[in-house]
């Protein structure tokens, strides 16, 4: 796996690393990792909205097999409620986001990346971009750790 | 926990980094390895003949290769796209970490190579793993790489290899042992607090944890060492900075002018680990009564690149407050 950002390559060894590692959704996580490396060759256009995309799935369905690896309840329906359900604390052997953190992942995340996906013609600037998917990895690292 | 030494014993090892590099050709075609060099130092490696130490500079390029060697062996466990490997991973909470990763089946692996400074003075490579285990999966393996004489930290490791034990290395990597010494969610928990509120960047958020100093809740008052120039490594001459003019809530002194922000921020970020936690057989636990907020003033922090806040936002999981942080638009 060549031509890998040295942060998409930490990500895909922390999943690797982790309790997601031993679901059936592990393939696919990977693959939508990979695939954020592969959307860097594309126009900046594109490059955005594909590694916005990307990202936003790696992050969705990871933190959906991490809510059912650990047991912390349902399946939940989106994003938001999966930082709902990870920022209350459920377990003695597993943290919970800050609540405080929570409602910014909530608005760093959920909403620049609803009016994104659900708006035709919506794009963003490379500093928006840049901003959206560090906050993603950074969601999904604190998440691996809890 | 489950301690693989591979040493025979500093008396017999006979192992020279280049000698060891030479030895990574059975590289498989899925295993490259990316990541750069890391810029811990220029020097590392005291490499043992005999009983008599014979100290062998290496430089940044040669520990790279080190690293890459011990990488590859561990790539060629690649069955089915179940392993990856970096090298110098880049953590968004980490300024400074593991020197490799290598994640394979659920089980994380983080190997530590001692730099020159850290070799200098025992024990110093436990700050950088103690905040790499706050950061990573709470049951991640850790791994030393060492060719030095044993010395008590050892222990903190799930496994200790010298250089030549390239082989040891990508076994233990495709072992299915755990490690035992898992760090307590209470802890997570309240390293995450922490963070958030300085991430938050408020004097509401951060407020508390100085109340609780003010208040006695916490002991503030124990002697602390401040954070003076000599902390910032390679740099501007002194003269290019302000002295000592004032002091922030845990005693970090406010420094201006400061454009080699980088190191300073990492060793400030290693002198809080110290100061905050100490490791029992390898898992970090809180020093004394609770987690204070320590605070580093910078006058200058460039902020480029892909993610031009990781400095505030790895200083923030250490609990050091940059106070330029709160003139940004909280992109943490």
Known sequence: ?146 | MDHLCASTGHGALVARPRAVVGSAGQVGPSSSIGGTPTDHGARVGSVYEGNEADELEVRIGERFELLRSFASAAATLDDDGDVAVAVAPDHPFLITGPDLMVGRRGRLVAAFLPTAPEQAVPGRVLDRVAISRLALPPATVTVLLDDGPATVRRRHFDAVLPFAAIDDFAGFCASESRSTDVVDAEVRQQVGDRYSAIADGTRDSVGPYLQREKSGEVDGSAPRVPIRERDAGPGPSAASRSSADSQGPRGATRLTSQPAWRPLVRRAVLRCVREDFELERGAPTIRGAGLLVHVLSLDQVDTRGRDPFKPFRSAAFAGLLLPSWLESDGAL
């Open chain 1, 1 to 146: 796996m060549r031509n890998v950002s040295s942060r998409t390559r930490a990500l895909l060894v922390l999943v690797n690393g982790s309790p997601l590692a031993e679901e059936p959704e592990i393939h696919a996580i990977r693959k939508e990792i990979k695939d954020i490396s592969d959307a860097g060759l594309a126009g900046h256009r594109r490059r955005t909205l594909l590694q916005a995309f990307h990202t936003a799935r790696t992050l969705d369905t990871s933190l959906v097999v991490f809510i059912r690896s650990k047991g912390l309840g349902p399946k939940p329906r989106s994003l938001r409620e999966s930082l709902q359900r990870l920022g209350t604390r459920q377990r003695r052997d597993v943290a919970a986001l800050n609540p405080g953190h929570r409602d910014a992942y909530v608005n760093q995340i959920v909403h620049p990346r609803n009016d994104l996906m659900h708006n035709a013609g919506a794009t963003l600037s490379q500093d928006e971009a840049n901003k959206l998917l560090v906050r993603m990895e950074a969601c999904l690292v604190e998440v691996l750790r809890l």
